[in-house]
């Protein structure tokens, strides 16, 4: 994140100027018969994620990602979409997604989220005296699974687990698009 500041405490840190771009590559790698494994994990991840400053419109908070599995693994090291299972809205997961409900080896995703600071509320009468603040939210993830990590055509693997319904995501992505409203009460949001 060139030109980023931070706050540090204790274990953790908190970005504070968030409008600078944050570039994470990660690798993943466990050789086969490591601590006892019985297959080879090599995986690569890519994100992006940046806010921009849309002056008295608001801003947007982007991230972009993507990843693939170069090995041949079974299903629980096969990347899953994040389901939010929770009340609290979370970044990069989806609200109506069950639990590995798809299933790739390679995908891209996006999560975009726009803070309009009462770009709509501010100009009705009586309402902007509750400074509510809308929020228009557009996710989605596209990916694939190869034959060497599909159980169906691959017979070494592990297969999906019957009760969870997993299928591997076809060519049309996956997205959700959501509405909202922000600073209820000050500090409650309601999609």
Do not use: C
Not at 64 to 80: A, D
Not at 141 to 146: D, E, M, P
């Amino acid at each position: 994140a060139p030109g980023e500041k931070i706050y540090q405490r204790g274990a953790s840190r908190v970005s504070i100027n968030q409008d600078v771009p944050v570039i994470m590559l990660t690798q993943t790698y466990a050789p086969k018969g490591l601590m006892g494994s019985l297959f080879e994990i090599n995986k690569t991840e890519l994100s992006v994620s940046k806010r921009f400053w849309l002056s008295a419109f608001g801003y947007i908070d982007g991230i972009v990602k993507t990843g693939h599995i170069w090995s041949s693994v079974p299903y629980p090291y096969l990347m899953f979409p994040n389901a939010n299972l929770s009340y609290t809205i979370q970044p990069e997961s989806f609200a109506l997604l069950n639990p590995m409900e798809f299933v790739t080896d390679s995908y891209a995703s996006w999560d975009i989220t726009y803070w309009a600071n009462g770009a709509i509320f501010n100009y009705i009468p009586y309402f902007n005296k509750l400074k509510l603040r809308e929020v228009f939210s557009f996710r989605g993830v596209w990916g694939h699974l190869s034959s060497k990590n599909n159980p169906s055509e691959n017979t070494d693997l592990f297969q999906f687990p019957a009760v969870s319904n997993t299928q591997a995501l076809s060519s049309t992505p996956y997205m959700e698009a959501g509405v909202g409203i922000d600073n209820i009460f000050r500090m409650l949001r309601l999609d």
